[in-house]
């Protein structure tokens, strides 16, 4: 299929809901010689530029009916757009029918995902899904042999360039084009998306998801793999709304473990601090204030804090800063900061510093994506959260108030540790966590020995597990999971149940003389 090396514009339709950058396009196409169609709001704003502009209903011969529905979906527009100008058939029937070449479609489409946003309802939210729109944009991408699509105000400058070359290439046109059926196919996920939430599916038998990139990433988890951080429609507090205030480009890497980071902090109602290594919670704390959760939380496992990423549920301030930049920290993550607080890390260059906005809400629905081999796995998100009331005592001896605190904290950590998950808490802060492991023991064992670790390199003797409390994200299938708990000194411990060896399990409780609750609730996480 031929098609000329430089493509000049004679004839240019705009259309635009977002109006940035037109009356420069417009501008730039008048200068070139070209005749400006355009409709509603578009044709008002050119005008009042100055520019001379032709109605699209004076173009057809056709008025705009049905409240605007329709204004484009007429032979004059489509087949100007759609005719090929290497086939004489077709040259022929254009001329027959009177149908003016049209080279440029300039259009993006009604705000449908702001509508839905501003909490519109169903008639408003319907009204504003374009149907003009699209069809415009394919025809215009399907015959970008001969026609320039441009569907975002960031592509005008390319096409001002062009035009002022003498005319776009093939290769820019098939950019466009492609960009132009990722456009509507997101504006059409959206849609879909949207149809299902009010048919409370959110589960639905044909699942299209879409994504925006926001950057190339250097590489991916290793640096032989290529990635890129794409955001969606998704209104959640967290990686996707933050600003970077410092610090080098963020990786692959880094993202995940903030982000994982982020959703754990915001598990909790107090001044809290999570630190993570590799997706895995390292030290968590709750405390009156930041800087008091801070120093619980590196105390947890100080050696794994070095290098990690650390967030927290309240804006940074000026003395927390200090303490958290007496190490090596990858990425800061809070909902604001004060100018103190900036200030104190302006000092640590390469420390990236970003700021969310607010923070997201742990009980909100939504769902999470994993990809597997030929397709994709989805599943709400863990928005569950026990509380006492949830929770049942099964052993002769109940918690205390301190411990039942505790408790429940440390179960609310070992929502975001990877299973097999134990944690040990004392007084709102982690003293050993065991994450990731393939038994349970194993679990116990390395979250006891890590807590003996971080005790001597506190100067003390004594495991910070002696008296604490152990969660466990799922139950235990025998005993021995439980046994090591109480010999690393656990004096309580919560967990799912539902094993059918709990009785052997709850037995042992209380042969140690220890409390334990059962949630009825697992929290794995893979």
Known sequence: MSSPDRLPIRRALLSVSDKAGLIALGRALVAQGAQLLSTGGSAKALRDAGLDVTDVSDHTGFPEILDGRVKTLVPQIHGGILGRRDLKAHLAQMDQHNIAPIDLVCVNLYPFAATVASGAG???????????????????????????????????????????????????????????????????????????????????????????????????????????????????????????????????????????????????????????????????????????????????????????????NRPLDEATAEQIATIFTEVIVAPNATEGAKTVLSRKKNLRLLLTGGVPSAISEGLTFKSVAGGFLAQSRDAGQVTEADLRVVTKRAPTEAEMADLLFAFRVAKHVKSNAVIYARDRATVGIGAGQMSRVDSARIAARKSLDAAEAAGETVALTQGSVAASDAFFPFADGLESVIAAGAVAVIQPGGSIRDQEVIDAADAAGIAMVFTGMRHFRH
């Open 122 to 312: 169903v008639e408003d939210c319907i009204e504003n899904i374009d149907i003009g729109g699209p069809a415009l944009i394919r025809a215009a991408a399907k015959n970008h042999d001969h026609v320039v699509i441009l569907t975002e105000p960031a592509q005008y400058a390319a096409l001002i360039e062009a035009l002022n070359q003498g005319g776009s290439t093939l290769a820019e046109r098939q950019l466009w084009a492609g960009a132009a059926y990722a456009h509507t196919a997101a504006y059409d996920s959206m849609i879909a998306a949207w149809f299902a939430g009010q048919r409370g599916d959110a589960l639905p038998e044909t699942m299209t998801v879409s994504g925006a990139r926001r950057e190339l990433l250097r590489y991916g988890e290793n640096p032989h793999q290529n990635a890129a951080f794409y955001v969606t429609s998704e209104k959640r507090y967290g990686i996707a709304t933050a600003t970077q205030i410092q610090g080098k480009a963020l990786s692959y890497n880094n993202l995940n473990d903030t982000d994982a980071a982020f959703e754990a902090v915001a598990e909790f109602d107090k001044p809290s601090v999570v630190i993570v290594k590799h997706a895995n919670p390292c030290g968590v704390a709750s405390a009156e204030t930041l800087e008091a959760a801070w120093k619980s939380a590196l105390k947890c496992d100080p050696v794994s804090a070095f290098g990690g990423i650390v967030a927290l």
